[in-house]
């Protein structure tokens, strides 16, 4: 089983332009996050989707956008990339209904934007 | 607001034992867990508490006291590859986690 994967691994991106990075899983979570990680802060939540439809703002939306058509995607799009853009950005997912409320990690997405 | 503390960095050495400590305060509160995150990858689940007391896995365990809203994770029998970050994370009343910057495990020979 894969678990969760994102693309790309890493990319280097001139400021103003747009990006998409991709998460998919194939646990059939129906909760889906999407973090940034920069150094000395913990991770900061950007967007979450509890359920396939269904989306919401976290801690740091602002610049982000997300969409979840189906169970397995949560593409998260910078519509016009800055450089505090620059992160390691992780995708999550877990099965919350069920009360397991453990999140599995994707490798992540290290973005530098110039 | 919402604030998770832990320590920046520890040192110990192999072999010995080391305790994480973690503070909390959430908007509510439905659970402490510590991920593990060693360096360029992505965070790994360690434990889950939701109830007052000690869980113990291996050689890791964790303790939770929910009236001084303060976790601690304890290592025992250090190896090299105990080497990483700690990350310790609440769960709010929205289910959302609230978390920490992060540990820096440093284990000596």
């Known amino acids: 089983t894969a678990g969760i994967t994102q693309a790309p691994t890493s990319q280097i991106l001139a400021a103003g332009r747009s990006m998409t990075l991709r998460c998919t899983q194939d646990?059939?979570?129906?909760?889906m996050y999407w973090y940034r990680q920069d150094l000395g802060l913990g991770l900061r939540l950007i967007h979450y989707s509890n359920t396939a439809g269904t989306t919401g703002k976290g801690e740091v939306p602002d610049g982000y956008s997300v969409s979840r058509a189906n169970t397995d995607d949560f593409p998260l799009t910078l519509a016009s990339a800055v450089p505090s853009q620059t992160s390691v950005y992780f995708c999550?997912?877990?099965?919350?209904?069920?009360?397991?409320?453990?999140?599995?990690f994707g490798p992540g997405t290290r973005l530098t934007v110039l | 607001g919402q604030n998770i503390d832990q320590p920046t960095e520890m040192t110990a050495t192999e072999g010995a034992i080391v305790q994480i400590n973690c503070t909390y305060q959430?908007?509510?509160?439905?659970?402490l867990f510590w991920y593990q995150q060693h360096a360029g990858e992505a965070p790994t689940f360690l434990s889950y508490?939701?109830l007052d007391g000690l869980e113990e896995k291996g050689r890791f365990s964790s303790f939770l006291s929910r009236s001084k809203g303060y976790s601690y994770l304890l290592l025992k029998e250090l190896q090299m590859k105990d080497s990483a970050s700690y990350l310790c994370a609440a769960m709010d009343s929205n289910y959302q986690l609230i978390w920490g910057a992060g540990t820096k495990l440093i284990i000596k020979p």
């Open positions: 646990m059939r979570h129906n909760a």
């Open positions: 999550a997912s877990s099965e919350v209904p069920s009360g397991n409320y453990e999140q599995f």
């Open positions: 508490n939701v």
């Open positions: 959430t908007s509510g509160f439905n659970g």
